[in-house]
């Protein structure tokens, strides 16, 4: 095998083909700018948002806390107990990815996915400092000079910089926002704050910088089985082929009769991000980011035909060159995925808003399963967690059902007033809690353990077992 | 959704057929009709398959990879599982000694004020007991028949820890100069009492737990026989291990059966001494573990 392994004019590696894209200004150009704008904004500045919950916890308004167990979402707070919130939310985020899709096609892709977002930024660096599609392709093909030399360094400084920025956020949501900040200015940052700002850094550079549409064609799984979720119905980026064709160059004050209005003048390949020609039909590695559009929009305008030779529009529409209708957008799919999003949304909002702030878990000692006091009495082992999720130290009363007892003692502290446990803010309490009675009749009796709060007098209650076995 | 080749096609090697939409050469195979394209493999593909394979070979040269007919080869550093255990268990003996050194130094009955401390203790003394008292009195320590049960508030030789420090130190009845020692008679084998006499004892010790009838002839051979070590009223003597024979708990078992072949040829059972066996830190945790089962005075 040759060394960029063509054999006798077979390629069988296919060397990775650069794409320059070119600059466009239109519609669906700005939009992609706004989105831009407004996820970075999200992204970079969503850490500092502060949000007041009293003393003793975190105040900031996005955190995941790992060494304390806890996640903070504004008003929400979640314990690792509590992980199926976690599971639901990201139920409905696949839910509410495949309604959108369903409803306006690959928008996704086009305008907020994390790969498009910095590979536009990235492109848009490239284009700053080395000028646009026909300066760059012309500073690739020149050989090394100064430069060449300072417009590639300044780019991949930039790149690097946008990645460490990238890096850089990402731990604040793990960690407390402005103290982190005073550490890394500091460079006094532990090893896996460090280690996630490489990482990141690397793989922002990589992704954004080299591989862009390649992972969209290559490794994204939602490109694969996006086909699955399209029908005739679904907005796509299509080019009207009836218009069109056949194409062709022209001239000014030629006539438009018994040709196409496509001029063939690449602008449409030339902008496309992934460097596909959209005219060949609906490709796989197609965005849907609508810069062909305005590329085409603004050739018609310069000619002076109508726009939408190219157009978001569904497939069905292009074909009989139909104009969109609203129509469209309902249909059983479009309902059904409506539906489920709103019956999983209302539970996950129930949940949340009536999430007890009290949990008491009794686990019975089951070696020994009793023990036989020297004065007759049968005593049974409890573990007892009281979860107390409020923010403030609660003391909880306890109290035993379906049993005389004749003591309650905590394990190793005989002394202590059983009734009444305290547990700090925000904490798990374990006690260990001995319950004496008299020798029951039946062998196993249910009882429960009732824990009252005792400032705001939330009951929580807890079924368990007590074992009266036989004496020796 | 074809995925169109940029690049225009080479002629068919080999006479293989051009496919006419995608102008793709095909591989020349055919299913039911369908043809497969010979589309090229993306070179970064290529280069990531390289990779793993050096990758796999470096793997090969660092860690033990390969069966030989008298192992298998080391690795260059001769890094194993068991030196990795080794370290880490060194890593924890390392962590463990600075809390032993601190437990050395408390005395046994203020360990409990200091919370961390107290857990390690109890946690040490958990691990102890399933490996040297488990096999005797149960894994939960509720013993059996002969065996104490060490959750219940019934103690031989004294429940506060420091006791049962000493008791699990040198044993009962052990081969331990300072082991504690007294022998109960034994009533019928030595002949001191006969059947019938032992059976109205009997009838009168479990009488003093509320079991069964009082027996007066009993009662007068309880002073004179057993009241010396049991007490006048039965209640026992921890100085000599001499059991409480009016509460619940029943050592060897209640029946009329298990109370007179008791006095009939005494049991005197036996608890090594772990002194010299295992390590005096250990003997510590034991004894604080067993404190904390619920009994502990
Ligand atoms: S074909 Fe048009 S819409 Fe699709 S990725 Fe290219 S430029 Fe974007
Ligand atoms: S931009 Fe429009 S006119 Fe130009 S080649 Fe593309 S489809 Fe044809």
């Given at each position: 095998m040759s060394d960029d392994g063509n054999n006798g004019g077979i390629t069988y590696f296919e060397k990775q083909q650069n794409i320059y894209p070119q600059r466009v200004w239109g519609r669906y150009r700005k939009l992609k700018w706004l989105a831009m704008v407004v996820l970075l904004g999200i992204y970079y500045g969503v850490p500092w948002l502060r949000w007041d919950r009293?003393?003793?916890?975190?105040?900031?308004?996005?955190?995941?806390?790992m060494p304390s167990r806890r996640a903070y979402f504004f008003f929400i707070e979640i314990w690792p107990q509590e992980v199926y919130y976690l599971t639901a939310i990201l139920i409905f985020a696949a839910l509410m990815l495949f309604f959108v899709t369903a409803l306006l096609g690959r928008v996704w892709c086009g305008y907020a996915c994390p790969q498009t977002v910095w590979t536009d930024l990235f492109i848009w660096v490239e284009r700053i400092v080395q000028g646009d599609r026909n300066a760059r392709m012309k500073l690739d093909k020149s050989p090394l000079s100064f430069e060449k030399i300072w417009k590639k360094g300044l780019t991949h400084s930039l790149w690097i910089l946008i990645g460490v920025c990238t890096g850089g956020a990402w731990v604040f949501y793990f960690n407390d926002a402005p103290t982190l900040w005073e550490h890394i200015i500091h460079f006094d940052v532990p090893w896996s704050v460090s280690s996630w700002i490489v990482a990141l850094t690397a793989s922002t550079y990589v992704m954004a910088g080299y591989a862009r549409e390649q992972v969209c064609t290559f490794m994204c799984p939602y490109a694969r089985f996006q086909s699955a979720m399209f029908d005739e119905d679904t907005l796509i980026i299509g080019y009207d082929e009836k218009r069109g064709e056949p194409r062709g160059k022209h001239k000014k004050g030629d006539s438009w009769d018994g040709r196409g209005h496509c001029i063939d003048c690449m602008q449409c390949v030339n902008v496309c991000p992934v460097g596909i020609d959209i005219r060949d039909g609906l490709q796989m590695e197609c965005i849907a980011c609508g810069l062909c559009v305005d590329a085409c929009n603004n050739i018609m305008d310069k000619i002076e035909l109508p726009r939408g030779l190219i157009r978001y529009d569904t497939a069905s529409h292009i074909e009989k060159g139909t104009q969109l209708k609203?129509?469209?957008?309902?249909r059983p799919r479009t309902f059904w995925y409506a539906a489920l999003l709103t019956v999983l949304g209302a539970f996950v909002i129930f949940g949340l808003t009536h999430r007890s702030v009290v949990e008491l878990h009794v686990a019975h000692d089951r070696n020994p399963l009793y023990v036989m006091m020297s004065d007759g009495d049968i005593r049974n082992g409890y573990t007892l967690k009281i979860l107390n999720k409020t923010h403030q130290d609660r003391v909880y009363s306890l109290s035993v059902e379906g049993i005389e007892t004749t003591k309650l003692m905590l394990q190793n502290a005989p002394d202590a007033a059983i009734e009444t446990l305290p547990v700090f803010a925000d904490s798990v309490g374990h006690y260990r809690l001995f319950l004496f009675a008299e020798k029951q009749k039946a062998f196993r009796s249910n009882i429960t353990f009732i824990i009252t709060e005792?400032?705001?007098g939330i009951v929580t209650e807890q079924e368990t077992i007590f074992i009266s076995g036989e004496g020796r | 959704m074809a995925v169109k080749n940029k690049k225009k096609p080479s002629?068919?090697?080999?006479?293989r057929e051009i496919d006419k939409i995608s102008g793709i050469e095909t591989t020349g195979h055919e299913w039911d009709g369908l043809k497969e394209l010979n589309n090229p493999l993306p070179r970064w593909w290529l280069w990531v398959f390289i990779l793993t394979c050096v990758w796999a070979v470096g793997y090969w040269v660092v860690y033990p990879a390969w069966p030989t007919i008298s192992g298998h080869t080391k690795g260059k550093y001769g890094w194993t599982q068991h030196k990795q255990l080794a370290a880490g268990q060194e890593e924890i003996r390392e962590i463990q000694a600075a809390f032993l050194a601190m437990l050395r130094r408390t005395p046994l009955t203020d360990v409990k004020k200091d919370p961390e401390l107290y857990a390690f203790a109890l946690t040490g003394g958990a691990v102890a007991f399933k490996n040297h008292?488990?096999?005797?009195?149960g894994t939960g320590a509720d013993g059996m028949a002969h065996y104490p049960n060490l959750n219940d508030d019934d103690w031989l030789w004294g429940g506060s820890v420091d006791e049962i420090y000493r008791t699990i130190k040198y044993?009962?009845?052990?081969?331990?100069?300072?082991t504690h020692i007294s022998a109960m008679s034994s009533f019928g084998t030595d002949g001191i009492l006969t059947r019938p006499e032992i059976l109205a004892v009997t009838d009168h010790v479990r009488s003093l737990s509320g079991l069964g009838e009082d027996n007066a002839r009993g009662a007068v051979i309880f002073q004179e026989q057993c009241s010396s070590c049991h007490g006048l009223d039965g209640k026992g003597d921890r100085a000599i291990g001499a059991p409480n024979l009016t509460d619940a708990v029943w050592l060897y078992g209640s029946s009329r059966d298990a109370v007179s072949s008791v006095i009939f040829s005494a049991r005197n059972s036996v608890m090594p001494h772990w002194h010299g066996v295992i390590s005096d830190d250990k003997i510590r945790q034991l004894a604080l573990y067993v404190h904390s089962l619920g009994g502990g005075e």
């Open positions: 009293g003393p003793h916890v975190p105040d900031q308004a996005v955190l995941i806390d609203l129509a469209h957008f309902f005792q400032q705001d | 002629q068919g090697k080999a006479g008292c488990a096999a005797c009195h044993g009962i009845r052990s081969s331990h100069d300072e």
